[in-house]
């Protein structure tokens, strides 16, 4: 039967020969309800020969339930006892144990569709290395979620979408980053950016980019790591046949802390990736503006529901 690691037992990439064809890699914490489904449709998805649950911190009953459930199958394998050391660092953690010759990380508040693993695989095939292959992310209603798949992302592209200018202001359409309103492509396709909630990447091309960058505690890292792949000569591609069903605002976490992460994190991004001296400077400029942007949209939701 399997047993929960725990993490001082864990080295970057311990394990150094894949056994498996696909792993699956769920970073939790403080999930709710949903990560049972999720977990559920893993494990009923024949093409996923490993999963691994990097639990960050859950309720005292959700951490014996999830020790129950890597107990009932020999593909699950439960890492837990670190603490909430942040998604990058759980991802890469995750990846270290995973056994797969290709990895899919997966949201736990996400739920497959049949196929959805074996399509991003398949897809990874024959591209520019290295390769990030996103799924179409779905709301509930089966409509396309949000950032499924974006254009290039910056400092102002980025301000002007959290306060929906560009898609509210005809003359700023041009610097609206979301795709989802675009006609859906009938193949896999190259985009700048695809969504962190499901995608997959070979083991070989995630330990050529070095992983996710440890750097980022929540938010960002799936953009940094789809920059990087790009940078380095590979390919972005965005499957609109590999669906997954993505709840979102799942989370017991307050939203004000959610939000803050990702500004910090877009903050960081910007400034890591400019490279002279004019877009360093208005990366700092614009960083704190980023951050307030962003953890004021909780609120404003908030206001709006009550209006």
Same mark, same amino acid.
């Given at each position: 039967?399997?047993?929960v690691v725990?993490?001082?037992?864990?080295?970057?990439?311990?394990?150094?020969?894949?056994?498996?064809?696909?792993?699956?890699?769920?970073?939790?914490?403080?999930?709710?309800?949903?990560?049972?489904?999720a977990?559920?449709?893993?494990?009923?998805?024949?093409?996923?020969?490993?999963?691994v649950?990097v639990?960050?911190?859950s309720?005292? /009953?959700? &951490?014996?339930?999830?020790?129950?459930?890597? &107990?009932?199958?020999?593909?699950i394998?439960?890492?837990?006892?670190?603490?909430n050391?942040g998604?990058?660092?759980?991802?890469?953690?995750?990846?270290?144990?995973? @056994?797969g010759?290709?990895?899919?990380?997966?949201?736990?508040?996400?739920?497959?569709?049949?196929?959805?693993?074996?399509?991003l695989?398949?897809?990874?095939?024959?591209? /520019?290395?290295?390769?990030?292959?996103?799924? @179409?992310?779905?709301?509930?209603?089966?409509?396309? &979620? @949000?950032?499924?798949?974006r254009?290039?992302?910056? /400092?102002v592209?980025?301000?002007?979408?959290?306060?929906?200018?560009?898609?509210?202001?005809?003359k700023l359409n041009?610097?609206?980053?979301?795709?989802?309103g &675009?006609?859906?492509?009938?193949?896999?396709?190259?985009?700048?950016?695809?969504?962190?909630?499901?995608?997959?990447?070979?083991?070989?091309?995630?330990? =050529?980019? =070095?992983?996710?960058?440890?750097g980022?505690?929540?938010?960002?890292?799936?953009?940094?790591?789809?920059?990087?792949?790009?940078?380095?000569?590979?390919?972005?591609?965005?499957?609109?046949?590999?669906?997954?069903?993505?709840?979102?605002?799942?989370?017991?976490v307050?939203?004000?802390?959610?939000?803050?992460?990702?500004?910090?994190?877009?903050?960081?991004?910007?400034? =890591?990736?400019?490279d002279?001296?004019p877009?360093?400077?208005?990366?700092?400029?614009?960083?704190?503006?980023?951050?307030?942007?962003?953890?004021? @949209?909780?609120l404003m939701?908030?206001?709006?529901?009550?209006?």
């Open positions: 039967m399997n047993k725990p993490l001082r037992n864990l080295i970057a990439y311990e394990v150094e020969e894949a056994s498996a064809s696909i792993s699956v890699i769920m970073v939790v914490y403080m999930t709710g309800p949903a990560l049972f489904t977990i559920a449709r893993v494990l009923a998805d024949p093409d996923v020969d490993d999963f649950i639990d960050n911190g309720t005292d /009953p959700d &951490q014996a339930r999830l020790f129950a459930i890597s &107990q009932t199958d020999d593909r394998r439960l890492l837990s006892g670190h603490g050391i998604f990058a660092r759980g991802a890469n953690l995750g990846a270290s144990a995973a @056994r010759r290709f990895l899919v990380f997966l949201n736990p508040d996400a739920f497959l569709e049949a196929g959805c693993v074996r399509r695989k398949d897809a990874s095939k024959g591209q /520019p290395s290295p390769c990030v292959v996103g799924a @179409r992310v779905l709301n509930e209603d089966r409509s396309e &979620q @949000r950032g499924a798949r254009n290039e992302i910056t /400092p592209t980025t301000l002007l979408s959290f306060t929906r200018l560009a898609e509210r202001v005809g041009t610097f609206e980053i979301h795709l989802e &675009q006609p859906l492509p009938d193949h896999p396709t190259a985009v700048p950016v695809i969504s962190g909630a499901c995608f997959g990447v070979s083991r070989s091309d995630f330990r =050529k980019l =070095k992983g996710f960058d440890g980022y505690f929540l938010h960002v890292e799936d953009v940094d790591l789809c920059w990087r792949a790009r940078r380095d000569g590979g390919s972005v591609v965005f499957h609109p046949q590999a669906e997954v069903v993505h709840l979102g605002h799942t989370s017991l307050e939203p004000f802390f959610v939000e803050f992460f990702k500004g910090r994190g877009l903050a960081r991004y910007f400034v =890591k990736r400019a002279n001296l877009r360093k400077l208005l990366a700092y400029v614009l960083g704190p503006l980023i951050v307030m942007a962003s953890v004021s @949209r909780p939701r908030k206001v709006r529901g009550q209006g």
